[in-house]
Each structure stands twice: as C-alpha cells, then as structure tokens.
C-alpha cells in the first residue's frame, strides 16, 4: 500500500523533491520543523503527563520536574516526526494533511527521520537522568508503541488502528506518575484507561468527516470500511463505556467529590454529543445530511472534554493538599 500512495503522490506531483533533497532543507523554515513535532497533539500529551506528576503521591523536584516534562515533550514531537516521514505518501493524498512539510516538499524525508530519532534518544535519555529509568523506559515504549504499532503496523492494516493504537497516547500519565514516584501503580493505569476509552470515539467523530481523505489514502478508518451508520454506533459505545469508567478515581478514594462532580457533568456532555452524532438527519448509507455538524461538535468538545477531566483531576488533588477539600 505504502508503494502505490507514493506512485500516485509522483503522477500528481512530480516536481515533489525526494527525500533529503537539499532544495527542500533551503525552503525550510523554523515553523515547519516545529510543526513536524506536531504541536497540537503534544499539547494534550504534556497535558496529562504533567497531571500525572501532579496527582502523584511524591512531591517532585521542580526543576527535575520540569526537566521530565521537557522530556515528554521532546519524545511526544519525536514520534509526531517520525510518524510525518513514514505517512509522507498519504499524507500528500489527503487534504488535511497535504500540506504538512514533507508532502510539500519544505522538509526532505530523510532529514526529517534523522530530526525524530535524534529527538526521541535525547528525550529518553533526559527522563532517565532528571527522574528516573523506569520512566524513561514508559516513554521509550510509548514512543515505540506509536511508531512501529500504530504507525508502521496497525494505521494501514485494520480498522481497529485507532482502538489497538489509542495506547500510545494513553502512556503520558503513566509517565508523569513513574517520574514522580519511580513505580507504576493501579492508579496511572486507571488514567491510561481512561484515554484509551477516549481516543476511538476522539478519533471517529474526526474520520466521520475526513472519510473521504481516509479513502482517498486506502487508511482503513472505521467509516471507510464498516460505514458511517456503525462508526456512529461504535462512538455511543464507547463513550458509554468512558464515563462510568471515570468515576473510578472517586470510587477507589483516589479523588475527591470535585473530581467526581466534574467528571459526571462532562461525561453526560460528552455522551450527549455521541448521541447527537447517533441521531444526526443520515441518508441510507448513515452519511449525515447536516455535513457532520453533529460529528464535528463532537470531536471539538472532545478535546475539550479531556483538558477539563485531567484539569479537574490535578485540581482536586491540589485542593486536597492545601487542606481545601478532603478525598
């Protein structure tokens, strides 16, 4: 598959430089070798690192701590970079994407995986040294995970991708807790299942309305293969299947009553958004006939849907350690 999207991507453009041609470096700019890291997605990473670090039950250093965050980070842009050099070919097929900078030629490929594997040695190495090995050997497999499971493997191959591959970005509290602590308990693991529950019903509402990029590409996304009338299915099912599970900090005395409030108005949110998306106007095949108005809303209060979670999370917990609130 890998070979034919590239064949194609050479008949549209063939003026496109091949990987590490010089002329793309010299049209290069700062911008483009940031957004390689793919900023918008480290946001949340760091996010839900740092709200592990937070909720962790040894205080940390704050300059170590920054020092694993800045790790984090460094790893969460490494595997953006690698990931942009392996889906170079459909990313230059599809419209969202196309103008990344390898697609469009402002970065050659080969730069760009020596750029990501620099970035993500330096990352582990700096987590090892400022915390401790255990995390960095979280953020090693989490990097791993995301470029030769999801990536390489699973993107291409089944429309279960995005469920199998939601670990990858599931691992950053887990991170945040061990950099604190050194150990990884059952609560991390509790909010890695908590992203893992999130991601397909993130990422599907996102395919309902890029379905026809996905197919363009041959990614089997779950709309591309199953329809749209089961992808909105699978998105109630699994946003059914998030928010009880994240009232189990409460339940396990983990968090306190304003995590717990939090967690239940946002989570009948967030269902609600799924049902919406379930109940959309749809022709026979399931094709929405608002132009995903529904999906689209769902997938931008997703996001904020996490940030406000954790947010609430690390909230609670400082509340309770400044004697505030108790858990």
């Known amino acids: 598959m890998r070979e034919s999207s590239e064949a194609t991507l050479r008949a549209v453009e063939p003026g496109l430089p091949e990987a590490g041609d010089a002329a793309a470096l010299s049209g290069s700019l700062p911008a483009d070798w940031i957004a390689l890291l793919k900023p918008r997605v480290m946001t949340l ?23 694993a965050i800045l790790a984090v980070t460094i790893g969460a842009g490494a595997s953006g970079a690698i990931n942009m050099w392996y ?30 594997i620099a970035l993500a040695v330096f990352s582990v190495l700096l987590m090892g040294l400022a915390a401790n090995w255990v995390a960095a050997a979280i953020l090693a497999l989490s990097i791993g995970f995301y470029v030769f499971v999801y990536t ?13 591959g939601g670990a990858a970005g599931a691992f950053p509290p ?26 397909p019903p993130h990422f599907w509402a996102l395919s309902l309305f890029a379905h026809a990029d996905y197919a ?15 992808t909105r299915r699978q998105i109630v099912l699994y946003t059914a299947l998030l928010v009880p599970l994240t009232l189990a900090p409460v339940a396990t005395g983990f ?8 967690a239940a108005l946002l989570g009948a949110n967030f269902l609600r958004h799924a049902l919406a998306v379930l109940s959309e106007p749809q022709d026979e095949t399931g094709a929405s006939r608002l132009k995903d108005a529904a999906a689209k809303a769902c997938f931008r209060f997703s996001i904020t849907y996490l940030f ?12 309770a350690a400044a004697g505030l609130v108790t858990i």
């Open 45 to 67: 990473v760091v996010f839900t690192a740092l709200v592990g670090l937070i909720v962790a039950p040894v205080p940390m250093d704050p300059v170590l701590a920054f020092a």
């Open 87 to 116: 889906d170079r070919d459909i990313d230059a097929l599809m419209r969202r994407t196309a103008s990344r900078p390898i697609p469009s030629g402002r970065i050659g490929a080969d730069a760009a995986l020596g750029y990501g």
């Open 152 to 164: 390489m493997w699973l993107k291409r191959r089944t429309p279960q991708n995005i469920v199998i």
């Open 174 to 199: 887990v991170i945040g807790w061990a950099a604190a602590t050194g150990t990884v308990e059952a609560a991390p693991l509790v909010l890695f299942a908590m992203i893992f529950f999130w991601t």
């Open 216 to 230: 363009r590409a041959g990614v089997p996304m779950l709309p591309v293969v199953a329809g749209a009338r089961e």
């Open 255 to 262: 968090a306190g009553w304003v995590y717990g409030a939090a």
């Open 308 to 319: 406000a979670l954790f947010g609430a999370l690390a909230a609670d917990r400082l509340l």
